[in-house]
């Protein structure tokens, strides 16, 4: 089947999709965890053979330790699909209702997106996320992961299908994109597909963006920041700041850059640079904090960069001032941390920090829709538009504006009143 073939066969499944009573898209969820689990075994296998093929070409650790696809992860996946089929329905959800004129009455309810494609990483949790998501909230999805992950992704998917379409989904409510050439079709596929979500790099969304018509929603990189602040607590610093860079390195939500206040610097940089070294991070600072601890020079290219590995890169400020300038212009827009006692200085980063996610004395890996209550995330978007953050099945949705009348024309005469109306859409009460 071609990708043209397979965006038409999601098409007409989106619509079908559409209107799903809501137990049955949770009923293929929980089915599919229970044909993930049963078929681990199959799983594994097809990972050990992705694990060796990465070996083989040298991928690097970090990225062959998103790779591995081990029992820790199968239960986190279910756990999340589990957790995702006990949400509430996202869609028939009355947003607004206005009676416009006497027995004219206007409606906003939210629906779903469509046909959604979507590129990963070389992750393969992130398909069973993705193509969960995509259903609960009423989609049909093109999947394309990473090649490194190929036998697992093949193999993750035709599970969930089979249990997908068990459970009463319709075919084509989801598919598998293996193949570069298979995203540039995709890409020129305007007239079936609505929305590409791109995870990756900066460049790798440019990229996207530039090749295709089709709106793209970008989840680009993740180069997050902790700032301990003048009046921080040294030891609440130095969990959330080992926390944030080392608890798990390959994430877009690890931190990537520390900022120390110069007043606290001289006592907070020592027992943080012992308790990184520890965890088997790696420093790199400016030449002040080459002067208070043993490190590496950083370099300009070091504010910008998304290690996803066991290095941090560490620069002392004059002030929360400079802390926040530097964020807004070195930081991705992902998630930024502060550290302080200080309330107002704590209310100031949280407003003046231009990212998805502002955070006070806490890690910057709670950045994740299942941490959020989500169930799980197709993505952290860090643009500003439609979605922000982690992208649940609430921003895989739409709305569409239902006007519910009895003959009247513009033409006449309707006298408007504008009169809120606190009831849901009488033609849209949602499923059981």
Not at 275 to 282: E, T
Request: net charge negative.
């Amino acid at each position: 089947m071609t990708v043209r073939d397979m965006a038409a066969c999601a098409r007409q499944a989106a619509w079908e999709m559409a209107v799903l009573p809501d137990a049955l898209r949770r009923r293929a969820l929980l089915q599919m965890a229970g044909a993930l689990e049963a078929e681990a075994t199959r799983i594994f296998e097809a990972n050990a053979r992705d694990m060796a093929r990465a070996a083989e070409e040298g991928l690097a650790a970090p990225l062959a330790k998103r790779l591995r696809f081990d029992g820790a992860k199968l239960a986190d996946a279910c756990a999340g699909l589990r957790a995702l089929a006990a949400l509430p329905d996202p869609l028939g959800r009355t947003q607004l209702a206005t009676e416009l004129a006497e027995g004219l009455e206007l409606y906003r309810v939210s629906c779903p997106i469509g046909v959604i494609g979507v590129i990963f990483e070389s992750r393969p949790d992130a398909l069973v996320q993705i193509a969960a998501l995509c259903a609960r909230s009423g989609n049909a999805a093109l999947l394309k992961g990473g090649r490194e992950a190929l036998e697992t992704n093949r193999t993750l998917f035709s599970v969930m299908d089979g249990a997908a379409r068990g459970a009463g989904l319709p075919a084509g409510w989801a598919a598998l994109l293996e193949t570069r050439e298979d995203v540039g079709e995709m890409l020129a596929l305007d007239d079936w597909i609505d929305l590409i979500i791109p995870r990756g790099s900066n460049a790798f969304v440019r990229y996207i963006m530039d090749h295709s018509r089709i709106p793209v929603l970008g989840h680009a990189d993740g180069v997050c920041h902790v700032y301990v602040d003048r009046a921080a607590d040294i030891d609440m610093a130095v969990r959330v700041c080992v926390d944030s860079k080392a608890q798990y390195v390959a994430v877009c939500n690890a931190a990537e850059t520390l900022l120390v206040h110069r007043d606290i610097a001289p006592r907070a940089l020592p027992p943080l640079a012992d308790a990184l070294r520890s965890a088997g991070v790696a420093l790199r600072g400016c030449a002040r904090t080459q002067a208070l601890i043993p490190c590496e020079a950083a370099t300009d290219a070091d504010w910008d960069t998304e290690y996803l590995d066991y290095i941090l890169s560490v620069r002392i400020v004059d002030s929360l001032e400079e802390a926040i300038a530097h964020i807004n212009r070195h930081g991705s827009g992902h998630t930024d941390a502060i550290v302080t006692q200080d309330e107002d200085a704590a209310r100031a980063f949280l407003s003046r920090v231009d990212s998805a996610g502002v955070y006070w004395n806490c890690s910057t890996r709670f950045a994740d829709g299942y941490r959020y209550g989500f169930g799980a995330e197709v993505g952290i978007a860090t643009g500003k538009l439609h979605a922000r953050g982690p992208m649940g099945i609430e921003g895989l949705c739409s709305y569409k504006y239902k006007l519910l009348g009895h003959g009247q024309t513009v033409g006449g005469g309707v006298r408007f009143t504008h009169r809120p109306l606190h009831r849901d859409c009488p033609l849209d009460v949602q499923s059981p």
